[in-house]
T-cell receptor, first 119, second 115 residues
Framework: GAGVSQSPSNKVTEKGKDVELRCDPI?????LYWYRQSLGQGLEFLIY????????KSGLPSDRFSAERTGGSVSTLTIQRTQQEDSAVYLC?????????????????FGPGTRLTVL | GNSVTQMEGPVTLSEEAFLTINCTYT??????LFWYVQYPGEGLQLLLK?????DKGSNKGFEATYRKETTSFHLEKGSVQVSDSAVYFC??????????????FGKGTMLLVSP
């Protein structure tokens, strides 16, 4: 399909292990976002990539979290030494860059998410 | 900073009832406003949007009007269906100095519609 895809759809891991979550954005979208959806916290912004610019990492909750975007397309979110509080659904979204969009809004298209459970 | 406040759920209605889900926001500048919907087992989908004051977004019978004077973007539907049962998120997107922005979401409101 032409939408945002994420893998795996579900991940169960043991506390202390590292995990990698993958996101394939919509072709042609230069902006890519990661969010976290957890009970009681709603949707939280984690990190943002725009083309070749330095990513906005202001939402990452700790230095155990990192993300890469290779070749301006696929992105990987890595969580090191996972903790139980990391259990959540991790959502990826993509959009056209703001400068290329009509109007002044930033419409983001979301993937189905990866449900992470840390035991 | 930007923030979005929406009514807590769950909202429980009978089919064909009128729906209102309140949403208010705090933001600098002129944000765009969105309602996203998440059906059970599915990802977030954009339901409707409004990019400037007094704009009305509409889709699938849902409407919301961008009210700058009350900083609100309440979601309404005249007659809900069982298939509307989902979690609804109000969100805003503002222009930052660097030319990009992120979405700020409310915590979501669960809607349950019974036959």
């Amino acid at each position: 399909g032409a939408g945002v895809s994420q893998s795996p759809s579900n991940k169960v891991t043991e506390k202390g292990k590292d995990v990698e979550l993958r996101c394939d954005p919509i072709s042609g979208h230069t902006a890519l976002y990661w969010y976290r959806q957890s009970l009681g916290q709603g949707l939280e912004f984690l990190i943002y990539f725009q083309g070749n610019s330095a990513p906005d990492k202001s939402g990452l909750p700790s230095d155990r979290f990192s993300a890469e975007r290779t070749g301006g397309s696929v992105s990987t979110l890595t969580i090191q030494r996972t903790q139980q509080e990391d259990s959540a659904v991790y959502l990826c979204a993509s959009s056209l860059s703001v400068s290329r969009q009509r109007g002044s809004y930033n419409e983001q298209f979301f993937g189905p998410g990866t449900r992470l459970t840390v035991l | 900073g930007n923030s979005v406040t929406q009514m807590e759920g769950p909202v429980t209605l009978s089919e064909e009832a009128f729906l209102t889900i309140n949403c208010t926001y705090t933001a600098t500048g002129y944000p765009s406003l969105f309602w996203y919907v998440q059906y059970p087992g599915e990802g977030l989908q954009l339901l409707l949007k409004a990019t400037k004051a007094d704009d009305k977004g509409s889709n699938k019978g849902f409407e919301a009007t961008y009210r700058k004077e009350t900083t609100s973007f309440h979601l309404e539907k005249g007659s809900v269906q069982v298939s509307d049962s989902a979690v609804y998120f109000c969100a805003l997107s503002g222009r930052e100095g660097s030319g990009y922005s992120t979405l700020t979401f409310g915590k979501g409101t669960m809607l349950l519609v019974s036959p």
